[in-house]
């Protein structure tokens, strides 16, 4: 495989990739979300923290494929 530029190997090893560790990270840590205070919208920490969670993949997602496309 190559990157369209001949005798050129393609590689992934872009240190942005690194930035796909948070998402994964993220929900893992168990006191960040152990709580039932503050609530939004009447929802509690949990429900609406992992609504942010999926936000966080999305945003972090969008950022290493944009840097290394």
Known sequence: MTTGE?????T???????L???PIV????????NADEPRLLGFPLFYWLQIAFVAVG????TIVYRMTK
């Open 6 to 10: 001949p005798g050129q190997p393609r």
């Open 12 to 18: 992934d090893r872009s240190p942005w990739n690194w």
């Open 20 to 22: 796909l560790v948070v």
């Open 26 to 33: 993220l929900p893992l840590l168990t006191f960040l979300f």
């Open 58 to 61: 999305v945003v972090c997602t």
